[in-house]
DNA sequence: TCCATAGTTCAGAAATTCGGAACTGTTGAT
DNA sequence: ATCAACAGTTCCGAATTTCTGAACTATGGA
């Protein structure tokens, strides 16, 4: 098994970022990736509610996510351990994860401190 | 030929979006389209400097920014006028479309008023 | 009418995506 | 040490999508 590849942030370009997010199950696995308390492993997100993801897509949609520069994943004993690269992101795309988690209605309560939006006090 | 497609703003879907803007070439001609002084025909966008995208491809990109909801096209004479629906869009998606376009380096001055970022006056 | 221009549609080649089956790597039990 | 179970990856063929040259359509002007 070849190691697994991870861009430098300064090498994330933003036709991957998007053309990895304009997949809605790939949406709803950053989106709980996203959400802490989530184990982050990749056979705990298949589970869509409509739909099982079969294993060979799942991991084909883990390995765009983490090409693109959206996560990293690192091997935990027997299982893979993946997170979001969101703050690292939000530093070179200022607002592009949030606005678009935001618009498929997908924002955790954990990035509502990422930029892209003022604090609702201070707003009149 | 068919009337041209185009949907309602509460149809516009953010998979379309992101799908249409993770085209480099898609992007420069909606960037283009963006910039006021553009006439906004389909011929005047296909040069993009290291090559020029040859019409049926071109068709095809301005097809896919239009179902997407990015641009509204309408015939005029011989040829076709194309604006972005920008304004609409960030009705419906707050700050998407502005952050995408700073993610590319792309932001025309137009739309610097966009939804999306504080201004820079008041910042402490 | 005939021609030129702008853009669309068609069709086949090339590239990409999907997913079942086989495989790899790790842990734990015997 | 061997084996089984499990998490995830790789392989590969089928289906889908993308790309673009060639043919076509639509409009306006001479």
């Known amino acids: 098994m070849r190691p697994l590849f991870h861009p430098a942030l300064e090498d994330i370009r933003p036709e991957a970022i998007l053309y990895a997010l304009s997949d809605p199950e790939r949406v709803a696995i950053f989106a709980k990736l996203a959400t802490a308390g989530c184990g982050g492993t990749c056979s705990a997100l298949a589970d869509l509610g409509d739909r099982i993801i079969p294993k060979s ?13 959206l996560i990293r994943s690192e091997r935990q004993g027997v299982e893979m351990r993946n997170q979001t690269r969101c703050a ?16 498929y209605g997908q924002l955790p309560a954990q990035l509502e401190t990422m930029s892209g939006e003022e604090k609702s006090r201070d707003r009149r």
Chains 1, 2 share one sequence.
């Open 88 to 103: 690292e992101l939000d530093a070179r795309f200022p607002g592009l994860i949030r606005s678009i988690l935001v618009a």
């Open 57 to 69: 897509s799942l991991s084909n949609h883990f390995k765009v996510l983490r090409e693109s520069g």
